[in-house]
T-cell receptor, first 111, second 113 residues
Framework: SQQGEEDPQALSIQEGENATMNCSYK?????LQWYRQNSGRGLVHLIL?????REKHSGRLRVTLDTSKKSSSLLITASRAADTASYFC???????????FGKGTRLHILP | EAQVTQNPRYLITVTGKKLTVTCSQN?????MSWYRQDPGLGLRQIYY???????DKGDVPEGYKVSRKEKRNFPLILESPSPNQTSLYFC????????????FGQGTRLTVV
């Protein structure tokens, strides 16, 4: 089953603008994570938010979690060309062994 | 440097010829897993291991085997590869169960002809 589903599938914005991506999931979770993947490379962990947290910041990243709506959003402020990548959310379905990734959002930052 | 190392990075093989993709981590992590990534399908977990000699099926285990004889190594074995196993494969490790941050290898692009 596909737990995390990112929205939109693709996003193009001008450099300097903010980018927002969303993730929805189906069951209860212990925590939710966001990862970045540059084309064809390994995934890099960005941020982890626990089920009892509502918002978390890391540099230009802001993540929110709404467990009542089973959704999370990733905001990248003041986007840069280097932010061009695919972004994935991942959840654990409330267990701590099987991990479910979404299909990702492809973000393209235009110069 | 903390890292997850996969080998080979690229592999072209023929249907039915057994192959092994190796994965090694130097962080003393307990949890390791394998994923495949296909266009439009995202990452799907193949197998995972919570410790030495403990392995479990993920979402798409058919056609794959794994072993965890040592903590640092978690090889992925395709006994009889088929073209539908052509994909980009990633190994990942994390400190322990509880879904902490995962560290990914650089990927293995496998083509089965």
């Amino acid at each position: 089953s596909q737990q995390g589903e990112e929205d939109p599938q693709a996003l193009s914005i001008q450099e300097g603008e903010n980018a927002t991506m969303n993730c929805s999931y189906k069951t209860s979770i212990n925590n939710l994570q966001w990862y970045r993947q540059n084309s064809g490379r390994g995934l890099v962990h960005l941020i982890l938010i626990r089920s009892n947290e509502r918002e978390k910041h890391s540099g230009r990243l802001r993540v929110t979690l709404d467990t009542s709506k089973k959704s999370s959003s990733l905001l990248i402020t003041a986007s840069r060309a280097a932010d061009t990548a695919s972004y994935f959310c991942a959840t654990d379905e409330g267990r701590d062994d099987k991990i479910i990734f979404g299909k990702g959002t492809r973000l393209h930052i235009l110069p | 440097e903390a890292q997850v190392t996969q080998n080979p990075r690229y592999l072209i093989t023929v249907t039915g010829k057994k192959l092994t993709v190796t994965c090694s981590q130097n962080m003393n992590h307990e949890y390791m897993s394998w994923y495949r990534q296909d266009p439009g399908l995202g990452l799907r977990q193949i197998y995972y291991s919570m410790n030495v000699e403990v392995t479990d099926k993920g979402d798409v285990p058919e056609g794959y085997k794994v072993s965890r004889k040592e903590k640092r190594n978690f090889p992925l074995i395709l006994e009889s590869p088929s073209p539908n196993q052509t994909s980009l494969y990633f190994c990942a490790s994390s400190e322990d169960r509880g879904f902490p941050e995962a560290f990914f290898g650089q990927g293995t692009r496998l083509t089965v002809v």
